[in-house]
Nanobody, 127 residues
Framework: QVQLVESGGGLVQAGGSLRLSCAASGRLFSSYAMGWFRQAPGKEREFVAA????????YYADSVKGRFTISRDNAKNTVYLQMNSLKPEDTAVYYCAADPRYTKVGDPALRYGMDYWGKGTLVTVSS
């Protein structure tokens, strides 16, 4: 069982930056693929970024490429999402997800079926 707790959300002006963190419980964290997703009011949840266990392979949604960076520190059981050049359309609840099968994060059809999910952290970007 893996428990995920997100933090770092808040209110920021357009053009600003935030760094989200996701702390995971469980001694097998280093072997899990991790992902970030978001859900804006009235919209469906969407994929943002993902990273394999080694940290060398990452995936991004087109809407955040070049602005967001996903990384992980396996010694701290934590995955991060550095968000730069934020836009009002980035406003959403951001969720962290984990799965022991790395193939899930590389397949757009499988990402939403990741095994473990956090409760989310709210990011609000003002114009």
């Amino acid at each position: 069982q893996v428990q995920l707790v997100e933090s770092g959300g808040g209110l920021v002006q357009a053009g600003g930056s935030l760094r989200l963190s996701c702390a995971a419980s469980g001694r097998l964290f280093s072997s899990y693929a991790m992902g970030w997703f978001r859900q804006a009011p009235g919209k469906e949840r969407e994929f943002v970024a993902a990273i394999r266990w080694s940290g060398t392979t990452t995936y991004y949604a087109d809407s955040v490429k070049g602005r967001f960076t996903i990384s992980r520190d396996n010694a701290k059981n934590t995955v991060y999402l550095q968000m730069n050049s934020l836009k009002p359309e980035d406003t959403a609840v951001y969720y962290c997800a984990a799965d022991p099968r790395y193939t899930k994060v590389g397949d757009p059809a499988l990402r939403y079926g990741m095994d473990y999910w956090g409760k989310g952290t709210l990011v609000t970007v003002s114009s």
